[in-house]
């Protein structure tokens, strides 16, 4: 047995690797030759495995007994319910709909404004358009001079327009 | 092998080729050599129990997340204890693992094994933690942000009581103060790799996902603490067989 027989530098820096079966098999194999050949390449293979075994010795604590019900209670409070004024287009909605409101406001109020001045101001233009028909035919209604004298032509037949065309 | 070898290293490699072989069985990503052949929603990841529970907690169902908190409290604490030493600070970084989760619920998409999904949430954590307190300068308790040779306030009064040395029996809390302090002059990387490794028993490809880095790199890492490790604890070895 060759107790001088070394591994290569590329083997020292596998043999962890080798340790932990996460070499190919090739390469696995060829240090399993050195190793049964070499003495000093397995005390230094035994070195590795040996230390890894130490770190049993490490502790290994546990979560609280209350972790658990913590943790979720936690969560819940930490949840927050799906906030719709939290979402990024919120804000230009929200613009949106004040400018919206605004005009709307202003819409009303100038038409509540024109109905309660139509109402309650007093136009002399709309009462001469309202006379109109009657202003139009004044000169007619001056020669007729009263009103009993008209009815009484109407009785009369005067206006009888359907009996002239006969 | 078995004559040949020591049966501590024997026993080793055994263990990891059982959870290399135990890996492969499990991995979709993992190709068999007689594929089944599943269906659709069997395929891929939605075979992991864990994986099926935190659909359900994605559903809505806290009972199933309740579960998964269950399943994974004293894991998480007990790394998040060795990465900064304390058993308060653990538990809080292991309820902001979950809290990170439950918030991430409603999007979770099963792209991985559940185990390495959390893992690698752990992992973000203990790095945004580290970098925080590096920003507020706070001393760190781990020993590999104060000094490799940092040693807690506590341990150096265990040491200085029992007048630790390698040539005298160390008792079984004395081999656990010196395998802590061989473990926190691991860099922070290095020490994560090999609790995972360790603890977990994750095989290089998930202790990668968990790490974001690949399997190589894990390779490497690995390699370098373990020889690390064995230089700190080597002389210990022989005592600490004793103390066992």
Do not use: C
Not at chain 1, 21 to 42: F, H, K, M, T, Y
Request: aromatic share 8%; no cysteine; glycine share 4%.
């Amino acid at each position: 047995m060759e107790k001088v027989l070394r591994l290569s530098a590329d083997q020292r820096d596998d043999l962890v690797a080798y340790l932990d079966g996460e070499l190919p098999d090739p390469v696995a194999q060829a240090i399993d030759q050195v190793l049964a050949r070499s003495e000093v390449a397995r005390h230094e293979v035994e070195a590795l495995a040996r230390t890894w075994e130490m770190l049993d010795a490490l502790p290994v604590p546990k979560a609280s007994a209350e972790f658990t019900d913590r943790t979720m209670t936690t969560l819940k409070v930490g949840e927050v319910p799906y906030d719709i004024t939290e979402q990024p287009w919120f804000a230009h909605v929200k613009k949106g709909a004040v400018l919206a409101v605004w005009f709307a406001v202003l819409g009303l109020s100038g038409w509540l404004g024109f109905q309660i001045t139509a109402r309650w101001v007093p136009n002399e233009q709309a009462q001469i358009l309202e006379d109109l028909p009657m202003l139009q035919k004044f000169d007619a209604y001056q020669e007729v001079q009263s009103l009993d004298f008209l009815e009484q032509l109407n009785k009369g037949g005067v206006f009888n327009t359907s009996a002239e065309k006969e | 092998m078995r004559n040949l070898f020591p049966q501590t290293v024997f026993n080793h490699r055994v263990n990891g080729l059982r959870r290399v072989d135990r890996q492969q069985k499990n991995d979709p990503s993992v190709p068999t050599k007689t594929p089944p052949e599943p269906t659709a929603e069997e395929s891929g990841y939605l075979r992991d129990p864990e994986v099926q529970l935190m659909l359900r907690a994605k559903e809505g169902d806290d009972g199933a997340f309740t579960q998964l908190v269950k399943a994974y409290q004293d894991r998480l604490t007990n790394i998040f204890f060795h990465m900064v030493s304390s058993q308060e600070a653990a538990e809080d970084l292991a309820q902001d693992v979950f809290l990170r989760i439950y918030r991430a619920r409603h999007g979770y998409q099963p792209t991985a094994r559940f185990s390495t999904w959390l893992f690698r949430i752990a992992n973000n954590l203990a790095s945004n933690s580290r970098r925080s307190k590096g920003r507020r300068k706070e001393v760190n308790l781990a020993g590999s942000e104060s000094g490799p040779l940092g040693v807690r306030p506590q341990e150096q009064l265990a040491i200085d009581k029992s007048g630790l040395m390698p040539n005298r029996q160390l008792d079984k809390q004395e081999l656990q103060v010196v395998v802590q302090q061989a473990m926190e002059q691991l860099n922070e990387r290095q020490r994560l790799a090999v609790l995972l490794n360790k603890y977990e028993d994750m095989s290089y490809e998930d202790i990668g996902e968990a790490m974001e880095m690949s399997a190589a790199a894990v390779k490497s890492l690995l390699s370098r603490a373990r020889e690390n490790l064995r230089q700190v604890l080597e002389p210990y070895m022989q005592l600490g067989r004793e103390a066992k």
